[in-house]
């Protein structure tokens, strides 16, 4: 009987933790589409000015696109890091954000099929922080994600990074060929995206561990209802032992 309590115990413990798994899975996927917090991230709007950090030329194509009409084009000009930023405003190329706020940029990126040299060199999806307002103070990189030109697929692929903000303040997101590759080279991006998703994260983290408590407790009630079996099967020995004495 005892046992056969501890195993209805460890198995309303199983569903409680079951439920607040579920509960947080919910969380989690009411904020994981948190705001884009790019200006016209299909690149949509050409009246939308781009920055470039180093050297690039960027313009508006409609022969190439992922999603929508249109993507950005950048060509690489100079021996140099260069490429555009993704950007909140078209008067701003930095994004405000929280020391420890977690946040999550992508960006599909495509090469152009003729012209380019992919034998050398990489692109990167750049995200680094400053520690004072308007892109001052320290300087530390929150997060990269990098595809070398030789492992590029022809056609289009997504390069994501997620990094925390260690200082704050000020955030600022690159999509940018590293001085190696050749000048020249052509590259279109589309459904570019900075999102904050600390909350998500969270979210996350309380679901994780909602799901290993369920299976732990599962586990105790497995191991509860074994030992109920156990102890009915000594239980009809012990009677049989009586009866025969």
Same mark, same amino acid.
């Given at each position: 009987?005892?046992?056969?309590?501890?195993?209805?115990?460890?198995?309303?413990?199983?569903?409680?933790?079951?439920?607040?798994?579920?509960?947080?899975?919910?969380?989690?996927?009411?904020?994981?589409?948190?705001?884009?917090?790019?200006?016209?991230?299909?690149?949509?709007?050409?009246?939308?000015?781009?920055?470039?950090?180093?050297?690039?030329?960027?313009?508006?194509?409609?022969?190439?696109?992922?999603?929508?009409?249109?993507?950005?084009?950048?060509?690489?000009?100079?021996?140099?890091?260069?490429?555009?930023?993704?950007?909140?405003?078209?008067?701003?190329?930095?994004?405000?954000?929280?020391?420890?706020?977690?946040?999550?940029?992508?960006?599909?990126?495509?090469?152009?099929?003729?012209?380019?040299?992919?034998?050398?060199?990489?692109?990167?999806?750049?995200?680094?922080?400053?520690?004072?307002?308007?892109?001052?103070?320290?300087?530390?990189?929150?997060?990269?994600?990098?595809?070398?030109?030789?492992?590029?697929?022809?056609?289009?692929?997504?390069?994501?990074?997620?990094?925390?903000?260690?200082?704050?303040?000020?955030?600022?997101?690159?999509?940018?060929?590293?001085?190696?590759?050749?000048?020249?080279?052509?590259?279109?991006?589309?459904?570019?995206?900075?999102?904050? *998703? @600390?909350? %998500?994260?969270?979210?996350?983290?309380? !679901?994780? $561990?909602?799901?290993? &408590? =369920? +299976? #732990? /407790?599962?586990?105790?009630?497995?191991?509860? *209802? @074994?030992? %109920?079996?156990?102890?009915?099967?000594? !239980?009809? $020995?012990?009677?049989? &032992? =009586? +009866? #025969? /004495?």
């Amino acid at each position: 009987a005892t046992a056969d309590g501890k195993a209805v115990t460890a198995t309303t413990n199983a569903a409680t933790a079951d439920a607040k798994a579920v509960l947080a899975q919910d969380t989690l996927d009411a904020v994981a589409s948190s705001v884009n917090l790019v200006i016209s991230p299909n690149f949509e709007d050409t009246w939308v000015p781009r920055y470039v950090f180093g050297s690039a030329t960027l313009a508006y194509v409609s022969s190439e696109k992922y999603q929508g009409t249109q993507s950005l084009e950048f060509e690489k000009t100079v021996a140099t890091w260069g490429g555009p930023y993704l950007a909140p405003t078209p008067s701003e190329r930095r994004f405000t954000v929280k020391g420890g706020d977690v946040i999550t940029a992508k960006v599909w990126i495509k090469p152009k099929s003729t012209g380019n040299d992919m034998s050398v060199g990489y692109v990167q999806l750049w995200l680094r922080t400053w520690s004072l307002p308007g892109g001052s103070g320290t300087l530390i990189d929150a997060a990269t994600s990098q595809i070398t030109n030789t492992s590029m697929a022809a056609g289009w692929q997504e390069l994501t990074a997620t990094g925390t903000s260690l200082w704050g303040m000020s955030l600022e997101v690159f999509i940018l060929a590293d001085p190696a590759t050749v000048v020249g080279n052509t590259y279109y991006i589309d459904a570019a995206s900075v999102e904050n *998703v @600390t909350v %998500a994260y969270a979210a996350q983290t309380t !679901a994780d $561990t909602g799901v290993s &408590n =369920a +299976a #732990t /407790a599962q586990g105790t009630a497995n191991t509860g *209802v @074994t030992n %109920a079996a156990t102890a009915d099967a000594k !239980a009809v $020995t012990a009677t049989t &032992n =009586a +009866a #025969t /004495a």
